[in-house]
């Protein structure tokens, strides 16, 4: 017994994302991790959003007083 195209099923829209979920999932793996100017990016950011966070702070705390 031998499976040939005719024996498969139609291609339906479930396959369809089946087929595009494998091949994102097959070209993030060839494409690797972040860089390390993104990481660089987002700790910057990440320090730039706190410090404008307690700086909005102790501004509300002065204007409260």
């Known amino acids: 017994m031998t499976d040939s195209k005719d ?3 139609p291609d ?3 396959m369809r ?3 595009r979920a494998k091949a994102r999932k097959q070209a993030a793996e060839d494409k690797g991790g972040i860089g390390w ?3 660089a990016g987002i700790g910057i950011g ?3 959003l ?3 966070l ?3 702070n102790k501004a509300r705390k002065k204007d409260d007083e």
């Open 7 to 9: 024996d498969l099923p």
């Open 50 to 52: 706190a410090a404008a």
């Open 54 to 56: 307690i700086y909005a």
């Open 37 to 39: 100017k993104t990481a």
């Open 17 to 19: 994302e089946v087929k």
């Open 46 to 48: 990440s320090a730039a």
């Open 12 to 14: 339906n829209e479930t």
